[in-house]
């Protein structure tokens, strides 16, 4: 936004322009792009290989043509009719409860109010003046980078964002970022033919892409010899994860040391080496392992992961490194009405063979305290078909048969954990555990004594001064016990995983020289009864979205107060620091909560 109004107040420099460029671009972790996007605008010409506009559009046939996801059609915006009835018209926006903004056309301006017509429904209203935003020529319909934008307020964008969604165009740029808005279906526009459109080109001759933000960090790496960093952010359910995927896919096929076989039976496959397709299995796994279905989404990251792929110097991909945060371990234990918890224990419970669920001890999810809500289906997907994609991955990955087999023990463990019960013993507050079924599955599957297990949770030894006495549990304190013995085995589960998975991914014999790293961090949720993990990944996102506010807003103003230019200092607020306050500062006296 910053950039796009600081290129108009400096439009008469060119080589001033071409400096504050390079500028951004090493900002925004991009090669310098010759010509800004205000130059842009009024240009003519494009230096893109592929057609653009109407020439494009014309060649669309199909409806599952990528490409009818990706250009705009600019038809009917661009003819001299509909300028003409916008000019006429004085269009403008004005708030409403319905849509947010409503176009309407201007009949009076008085002092503080503004009369207008609703262009919808022909009604007449009076709306004050402050509250009237500025509507964009037609020129600018479906605009690609929102800083192009001449009327650049929360109406415009919001409308543009709209109309190119409904046009089947998730990708829009604004300025420094690529906002993404979830189609909640499949697009053709992942495949190997995309791939190699993107591949090699800037960033402006191509349509919007998260294909296009990788190429960018990828060529900047190899010519600044820098490390980059791509940061995918949103509430749950954006499509951080699969964007991520995304991101993943392109550079393991732009930036393979050598070619994999290639599966013939899906015509539109992409061929990889082996290290790059263990980097691709790894989301798989984690996701098995750290997503949940939540009110809000089908496939959400209880978990935040910064994934660092190494690459040499010659651009090869020599390694990656999996780094994760914040693992919501309470889901393990109990969830929210109409929400799982992690998948891979319905996949598991769904998936195993009798054999499997003969050596596991395995029930229906009747029979599970842990999985209170019963077996919940996602719409669209199998548990049984997703558990074998798990295993097959893991097999790729280079896990051993043993090492898959102890992990989906611990997995039937942690269920055995929720079943065991204690009864408070009469007279007394002392715990006991009248029925040990429970406990005697879960020692057999961890390979423990049950008697020390039980003497362990009902009267655990504690040590006073230098000796050591056995102290009674009260029947909360046995519960809480096993809560957190189910919520720890589960995280050291989760940990050893990525160390194994990491350890799989590690090739040290070839240094790497740079890595591009991608954070997808868990969303930003409000639930009905929220975890201190869910305030944790809340509090975050919101230290994040202060990152953006000072890089975006803060330090591109203090800039142009440096360089001269006129510039009033705007503040865009909202930030919640006072809340980030609350939570990381001290408290004292005369703090209120």
């Known amino acids: 936004r910053a950039r796009g109004r600081r290129e108009a107040a400096v439009g008469g420099s060119g080589a001033r322009r071409r400096d504050r460029a390079r500028g951004v671009a090493r900002l925004e972790g991009r090669e310098p792009q010759g010509p800004t996007a205000a130059g842009r605008a009024g240009s003519a010409s494009r230096s893109s290989t592929r057609p653009r506009g109407e020439a494009a559009m014309s060649r669309r046939a199909s409806h599952d043509d990528p490409e009818r996801y990706l250009f705009a059609d600019h038809g009917y915006a661009g003819n001299a009719a509909t300028q003409a009835d916008w000019t006429a018209r004085r269009l403008v926006w004005v708030p409403s409860e319905r849509h947010g903004f409503e176009a309407a056309a201007v009949t009076e301006e008085r002092t503080d109010e503004v009369a207008v017509e609703l262009a919808e429904s022909g009604r007449r209203a009076t709306v004050p003046k402050a509250d009237v935003q500025r509507m964009n020529p037609p ?214 063979g009798e054999h499997v669920k003969t050596d596991l001890l395995l029930e229906a999810f009747q029979g599970y305290t842990f999985v209170s809500n019963g077996y919940i289906p996602i719409p669209g997907q199998q548990d049984k078909d997703n558990f074998h994609e798990t295993l097959e991955a893991m097999t790729i990955m280079g896990f051993s048969h043993d090492e898959i087999s102890a992990m989906l023990r611990l997995v039937s463990a942690v269920l055995q954990f929720g079943n065991i019960s204690f009864k408070k013993e009469r007279n007394t507050d002392q715990a006991s555990m009248p029925d040990d079924t429970a406990a005697q599955k879960l020692c057999h599957l961890l390979g423990l004594n049950v008697t020390d297990f039980t003497r362990a949770i009902l ?80 509090y975050t996102n919101e230290k994040l979205q202060q990152l953006f506010n000072h890089t975006m807003f803060v330090l591109e103003q203090e800039e142009y107060q440096r360089e001269g230019i006129e510039w009033n200092f705007i503040d865009f607020g909202l930030d919640l620091q006072p809340c980030i306050d609350l939570i990381e500062r001290p408290a004292t006296d005369k703090t209120f909560v």
């Open 139 to 352: 020129k600018f319909t479906k605009v690609e980078d929102m800083a192009e934008l001449t009327c650049l307020n929360e109406a415009s964008v919001l409308h543009n964002l709209k109309d190119r969604y409904y046009s089947g165009l998730i990708y829009t740029y604004s300025g420094l970022f690529c906002v993404v808005i979830n189609p909640y279906k499949n697009l053709p526009i992942y495949t190997e033919q995309i791939v190699e459109m993107y591949r090699g080109k800037k960033r402006h001759e191509v349509p919007p892409h998260i294909y296009a933000i990788s190429e960018t960090a990828y060529r900047s790496m190899l010519q600044d010899r820098e490390d980059q960093s791509i940061l995918c952010t949103g509430e749950s359910g954006a499509g951080k994860t699969e964007n991520t995927k995304k991101v993943i896919q392109y550079l393991a096929h732009v930036a393979s040391s050598h070619k994999g076989r290639k599966d013939h039976t899906a015509p539109n496959s992409i061929a990889y080496g082996e290290l790059e397709q263990q980097l691709l299995q790894a989301n798989p796994i984690l996701e098995a392992f750290g997503n949940a279905k939540t009110v809000k989404n089908d496939n959400s990251s209880r978990f935040g992961k910064f994934i660092r792929i190494n690459f040499d110097v010659t651009g090869y991909i020599v390694g990656a490194n999996i780094e994760t945060y914040l693992l919501e371990k309470s889901r393990a234990i109990r969830q929210a009405r109409d929400e799982r918890t992690f998948h891979i224990f319905y996949q598991l419970l769904v998936g195993a």
């Open 459 to 538: 009267s655990p030894r504690i040590k006073v001064g230098r000796d050591y006495v056995q102290k009674a549990q009260t029947k909360e304190q046995a519960d809480f016990a096993i809560e957190a013995l189910a919520k720890a085995s589960y995280e050291r589960l989760f940990r050893w995983l990525v160390h194994r998975i990491n350890k799989a991914l590690d090739r040290t014999k070839r240094q790497g020289a740079s890595f591009i790293g991608i954070l997808d961090i868990a969303g930003f949720e409000i639930f009905q009864l929220n975890s201190f993990e869910q305030l944790c990944i809340n």
